[in-house]
């Protein structure tokens, strides 16, 4: 079935240093991937998302692009916050369909120190 | 943007008793909420798929018995816990799609925090 996988954390970094936190996928269909972020004791919020291949979502200074030929959908960001600290989900949608049930990574501990 | 909001945000019950979670849609309807549960430094488990007017869709491995979910209206789904154990303690995140919606994203409540004493 279909599924993602994302780099175990947690992540350390100090403020200002660029982030990147690796996403694949296995899909069948044509899913649209994204990225949701969970602040601590808070719900998942959507960070941004591509729905075809090389769709390049971003917010808030973070970007990932939908990469077909090798199944990815890499977060990155320039230069990380204090406020980024939070847990990160990467996650897809099968065959890019409403109401359906999205399938989550395990989801990356991002940490940033000033 | 649609928001969707639940209730309670925590609670703390004593083992065997009952806990209802309510899931609500505030501005728009949606006939599928999903329920997942996050265990600590995990990532969410779809736990089922609440349908509008039908019973809910239960993942493998999940007790529908112990779960009970009502998807009364277009706005609200609930789900209760019955007779928890401490071992039903977990976070429990209900979410909805716009119906009119073509990317597949979901719109996730706050989440409710359970413990089992």
């Known amino acids: 079935g279909d599924s993602v996988t994302q780099m175990e954390g947690p992540v350390t970094l100090s403020e200002e240093a660029f982030l990147t936190i690796n996403c694949t996928y296995t899909?069948?269909?044509?899913?649209?991937l994204f990225w949701y972020v969970q602040y601590p004791g808070e719900g998942l919020q959507l960070l941004l998302k591509?729905?075809?291949?090389?769709d390049k979502g971003s917010n808030k200074g973070f970007e990932a692009t939908y990469r077909k030929e090798t199944t990815s959908f890499h977060l990155e960001k320039g230069s990380v916050q204090v406020s980024d600290s939070a847990v990160y989900f990467c996650?897809?949608?099968?065959?890019?369909?409403?109401?359906?049930?999205?399938?989550f990574g395990k989801g990356t501990t991002l940490s940033v120190s000033s | 943007g649609a928001v969707v909001s639940q209730h309670p945000s925590w609670v703390i019950c004593k083992s065997g008793t009952s806990v209802k979670i309510e899931c609500r849609s505030l501005?728009?309807?949606?006939?599928?909420m999903f329920w997942y549960r996050q265990f600590p430094k995990q990532s969410l488990m779809l736990m089922a798929t609440?349908?509008?007017?039908?019973?809910?869709?239960?993942e493998q491995g999940v007790e529908k018995d112990k779960f009970l979910i009502n998807h009364a209206s277009l706005t609200l789904s609930t789900l209760t816990v019955t007779s928890a154990h401490p071992e039903d303690s977990s976070f429990y995140i209900c979410?909805?799609?716009?119906?009119?919606?073509?990317?597949?994203?979901?719109?996730f409540g706050e989440g409710s925090r359970l413990t089992v004493l």
């Open positions: 996650a897809l949608s099968p065959g890019n369909q409403a109401g359906t049930a999205l399938i």
């Open positions: 979410s909805a799609p716009l119906a009119s919606g073509a990317t597949g994203e979901l719109f």
């Open positions: 591509a729905t075809k291949a090389d």
């Open positions: 609440s349908n509008e007017g039908s019973k809910a869709t239960y």
């Open positions: 501005d728009f309807q949606a006939t599928t």
């Open positions: 899909a069948t269909g044509y899913p649209s």
